[in-house]
């Protein structure tokens, strides 16, 4: 990778009010003690059967981590560096960078790393700085290898369209696979009001 985790702090702002990561944690485990699910997103990922996962807008690592455990490969990048404290805290084996995504570079040997599949969960479309959201597709874009998907979950009606993000991601050079209306994968219908996109690197 370019930069370590040691690196100062990257100075792109994101739309990421920071929390603290245990406070972010406890809403989560709220939800579960009420009956949600917290994991819809790795089941969904998991539909992919990918070996090698990049969580990208990690957060604490709910989705990472909970992937680890269910036996895939993963790495966790976000620019906040209190959820990044607390998802190293809580899975110190785990790889972690705080990062920005729209300048992420992974490196491997003399090339770019890639993965079967990156996923974006949690809104990261609409929290990353406005105006970078090109870059920040492009740039996830850029770590899914030949055959894997780049996988977003938003909010719809907060400042991003369905055919704004299929444009960046067809920008990126990925073919859009599927749209979902919720990561149990109900069926999208127009106009929606959340997306869960599958879009796919040709070999
Ligand atoms: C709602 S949280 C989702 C966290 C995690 N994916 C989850 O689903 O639990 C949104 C995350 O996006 C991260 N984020 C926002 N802009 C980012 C950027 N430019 N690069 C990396 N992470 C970013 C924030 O720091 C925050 O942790």
């Known amino acids: 990778m370019t930069d370590s985790p040691s690196d100062p702090p990257p100075a792109t702002p994101s739309r990421w009010q920071s ?6 944690d406890h809403k989560w485990e709220q939800m579960a003690a009420a009956g949600h699910d917290p994991h819809g997103e790795v089941a969904f990922v998991q539909r992919f ?3 090698t996962v990049l969580d990208a807008g990690c957060g604490t690592g709910r989705v990472a981590i ?3 455990a269910r036996g ?3 790495v966790g990048v976000d ?3 209190s959820m990044i404290e607390r998802a190293r805290a809580k899975a110190p084996a785990l790889e972690w ?11 491997s040997g003399s090339g770019r790393r890639q993965f079967d599949c990156v996923v974006m969960a949690g809104n990261i479309m609409l929290f990353v700085a ?6 920040v597709v492009q740039r996830c874009a850029e770590h899914v290898a030949p055959g894997g998907v780049l996988i977003s979950g938003f909010s719809l009606g907060r400042g991003v369209t369905v055919e704004q993000y299929e444009q960046w991601v067809d920008f990126a050079g990925l073919v859009v696979e599927a749209r979902a ?3 149990d994968g109900d069926p999208f219908e127009s106009p929606g009001s959340y997306l869960v996109s599958s879009a796919r690197k040709p070999v």
């Open 19 to 24: 929390v603290d990561g245990s406070a972010y």
């Open 49 to 51: 059967n990918p070996t």
């Open 79 to 81: 620019l906040d560096g």
């Open 72 to 74: 895939i490969d993963v």
């Open 181 to 183: 209306a919720t990561w």
């Open 66 to 68: 909970e992937l680890a």
């Open 97 to 107: 960078y705080q990062h920005d995504l729209a300048t992420l570079d992974l490196a």
């Open 130 to 135: 406005a105006g970078t959201e090109a870059a």
